[in-house]
């Protein structure tokens, strides 16, 4: 379920990112004919802008779940296959932490975003006192607290494969090595 999630999550993403391809070639191409009638698409920045950090937010559980990120293995290497792993289960611990740090913070944007809920509801989640103005982007009047949202989806989907990321790590120091990256 944890794989089945993180891919649809990247695909979700990746169709985003196709999105602001679209809209940014859409948007060159109506400046390089603006002679011919024809204009940039309004807010372009904007929607790249949102769509890109939503995408990063959505990529990210996948990229861990397949261990994608970075590592340099010149020093854990020297350690052997238990010491590179509990050295990978150190690194995952970490990178749970940073996830479950980020969640919160993005969590603590979202509530100051969000203007919908009464003070009962807004208690129960966390989410403090509603905005005096909902905020919104500048060109197109999009609610901030939307993408915030989708980007918090990725950011807590993130925590909880990082945890899972962890549990399988130890498992790979108990047993001594881990399994090849796949």
């Known amino acids: 379920m944890i794989e089945r999630v993180s891919q649809g999550l990247a695909l979700a993403g990746g169709l985003v990112l196709v999105g602001m391809a679209c809209v940014t070639v859409g948007s060159v191409i109506g400046r390089a004919l603006s002679p011919f009638g024809l204009a940039p698409v309004t807010g372009d920045f904007e929607l790249?802008?949102?769509?890109?950090?939503?995408?990063?937010?959505?990529?990210?559980?996948?990229?861990?779940?397949?261990?994608?990120?970075?590592?340099?293995?010149?020093?854990?290497?020297?350690?052997?296959?238990?010491?590179?792993?509990?050295?990978?289960?150190?690194?995952?611990?970490?990178?749970?932490?940073?996830?479950?740090?980020?969640?919160?913070?993005?969590?603590?944007?979202?509530?100051?975003k969000f203007p919908h809920g009464g003070p009962a509801l807004r208690d129960a989640l966390g989410l403090g006192a509603p905005p005096f103005f909902p905020e919104t982007t500048y060109e197109l009047q999009l609610p901030v607290w939307v993408p915030y949202a989708l980007a918090l989806l990725g950011a807590v989907w993130l925590v909880a494969v990082c945890a899972y990321t962890v549990a399988r790590s130890v498992r790979w120091v108990a047993r001594g090595a881990e399994e090849p990256a796949v």
């Open 48 to 112: 790249v802008q949102l769509g890109c950090a939503i995408a990063v937010f959505w990529f990210l559980p996948l990229c861990q779940l397949r261990r994608g990120n970075v590592t340099v293995d010149l020093l854990s290497e020297r350690f052997g296959p238990r010491g590179h792993a509990l050295l990978g289960l150190l690194g995952n611990v970490a990178l749970t932490l940073c996830s479950g740090v980020i969640a919160l913070q993005l969590a603590r944007g979202f509530g100051e």
